[in-house]
């Protein structure tokens, strides 16, 4: 599956959310809401997907102990980067806060750290941190976010060899658009390689609003026109219907990886595909006997 989503175009018209929730949501990478059942996967996974390109490699998590998993504390996100404070110093740091206590940069603390945590003081913290390279930032950062979405990931997987019915249906349906938009991109690339995207001129007959690109059966113009239709429709739609088929993408991605049996492309999918592919053939067979007759006129003239 890593190849069908590799072309997906991320653009789509925004709109002045009603909230500063629906802001949020409007632009994190995954669709939350596109899929309730695995919602809290997605949100889990928000910044992983944002920085592997949504894109999810299950080799990324395997580093992850069930223990590390569950490990991931408050302090362990707010120090992103791999330092991670002791509960003493955290401690410390609560102190020196109280109103009234006066306390110096140079402080030490000299408590031991609890298990699990690794003290760094706030000097050799600074002097790491002004050592990263951009490099250093991303994969830190990426990191991070591998932290923050192991625990759920590991959960989720459980659950879907499990077979959890609700999550495998879900699964299916995140599928099957998968398959529709690999099939429209398809369509999209044979269009613009026979010069018809959009097709001038313009057929009779078919609306700004005529969008139904699955009738194979068409004349190629009307095909051709009803599909760009559809590709303008989708870049300035409220409901972002891209954001969908790329979380749809991801959740292909990490059945995958899971190890889930995913069907085969459905029959209509592959009806509607071999179908517009033949026809695609036959125009540009005439096209080409089209350009060779015309090169032989002009050699006779």
Partial sequence: MAWIMASFTKTWCTTAPA??????????????????????????????????????????????????????????????GGLRPSTAQTKNEERHHKVGEETTDNAEVHEEPEPGYVWVSFKEESQARTRETPQDLAENALRAAKLRAAPAVAAFSAQLR???????????????????EALRRSMIATLQRLDMWPPLPSPDGVEDEDVAYEDVEAPMPVIAQRTFNHERRCACDASQ??????????????????????PPMLADHRRRFERFEARAAELETEQQQQLEAQQQQQQQQ
């Fill in 19 to 80: 909230s500063e929730k629906e802001e949020q949501h409007s632009k994190a990478t995954l669709d939350e809401s596109a899929f309730a059942g695995l919602a809290p996967l997605l949100s889990a996974c928000q910044g992983y997907a944002e920085l592997s390109g949504c894109r999810f490699r299950g080799s990324e998590f395997e580093e992850f102990s069930t223990v590390q998993d569950t490990s991931c504390t408050r302090q362990d996100r707010k120090h992103e």
């Fill in 162 to 180: 499990a077979g959890d019915a609700g999550l495998l249906e879900e699964l299916h349906r995140a599928h099957s658009i998968v398959m529709e």
């Fill in 241 to 262: 219907p891209m954001r969908k088929a790329m979380t749809a993408s991801f959740l292909v991605d990490f059945a995958s990886e899971v190890g889930v049996d995913l």
